[in-house]
């Protein structure tokens, strides 16, 4: 993977303004000869900029529909304003806590960004400033300090705003609908408050779709960071419910680690594995049927079925 950085030189470091290649993918380097890059220009990863800086590298610009994921050292501070205007299949970004400024409109038209890899450090961070800028569900996968495995996984639903008139009064009002705005308020001097994110679900699942429920639930279980018993057993219970659910929308979603956790470490019965088994049989999955089947036989030796595809 080919890559070339259009950069200047500012007072604290690096500021990327353009970058050319080859792929999707980019990976913001820590350092240009020596320096730290700091910063990522105003509309930087536009299909389009004011004042578009020559392209010496004779490559493609990665930018707009072209740009999928990101890659951001822990150098960087500061996203220029509409940095990712209409990157319409940007839907993967890395990043560490640690930005301390975001431009306005930082993410518009980014509609399929929906995985944020979190790589937490000490003191304020910038997860809900970027959550508040995306109204699609948005998973994000977090990372602490010094650890490289994954520390938990939180699921924000989506939430949209619209615009509606009171014309007596002449006066426009913009109403909120959706859990995801309430998801996205559970912080505390930017920090996430699990307590109030495991709460809003208690309080909220019926007005949540089953997807958005079995995703949250799931999540939460799977990753158990700072969750509590109460919670655990609401979550429990909502996926259990909902399991048969859950194993058909793990096979659409290809989420082979989601369905292998519900068959080895969620599941408590045979009865319940063999359902997930009947879901990839009936689905045609031959991969996941040969996976859970394995899963089956190892935790419930006994008698065994024939499922044919």
């Not at 048969?244 to 680690?257: N, V």
């Not at 006994?302 to 595809?309: I, W």
């Amino acid at each position: 993977m080919e890559q070339d950085f259009v950069y200047e030189r500012t007072e604290g470091g690096i500021r990327i303004v353009r970058c050319y290649g080859t792929g999707s993918q980019v990976v913001v380097p820590r350092e240009i000869e020596g320096v730290p890059v700091t910063e990522l220009s105003a509309y930087a990863f536009a299909e389009e900029m004011e004042g578009e800086p020559p392209n010496r590298s004779g490559l493609p610009c990665i930018c707009g529909a072209s740009l999928e994921a990101l890659f951001l050292p822990d150098t960087i501070r500061r996203l220029g304003r509409y940095l990712f205007y209409n990157c319409i299949h940007f839907s993967t970004l890395s990043f560490y806590s640690n930005i301390a400024s975001m431009g306005a409109g930082a993410f518009t038209g980014c509609t399929r960004l929906s995985r944020l890899i979190l790589h937490q450090k000490e003191g304020q961070s910038c997860l809900r400033e970027i959550l508040q800028d995306l109204r699609q569900s948005v998973r994000v996968d977090a990372f602490l300090p010094g650890e490289s495995s994954l520390a938990y996984r939180l699921m924000y639903p989506e939430f949209f705003e619209e615009a509606v008139e009171n014309t007596p009064a002449r006066i426009i009002s913009t109403q909120t609908h959706g859990m995801g705005i309430q998801y996205r308020n559970t912080f505390r001097n930017t920090q996430v408050v699990f307590q109030e994110y495991d709460h809003l679900f208690q309080m909220g699942k019926y007005n949540i779709d089953i997807i958005s429920m079995i995703e949250i639930a799931s999540a939460r279980l799977q990753y158990p960071y700072a969750l509590d018993g109460l919670a655990r057993g609401e979550y429990s219970s909502c996926l259990r419910q909902h399991l048969r659910q859950a194993a058909a929308y793990f096979l659409e979603q290809e989420e082979t680690e989601a369905l292998q956790w519900l068959a080895e470490d969620f599941a408590e019965t045979r009865e319940e594995v063999e359902l997930l088994v009947q879901e990839a049989n009936s689905r045609g999955n031959a991969g996941a049927l040969s996976r859970l089947l394995h899963v089956l036989h190892s935790r419930f030796p006994g008698k065994k079925k024939r499922f044919a595809l």
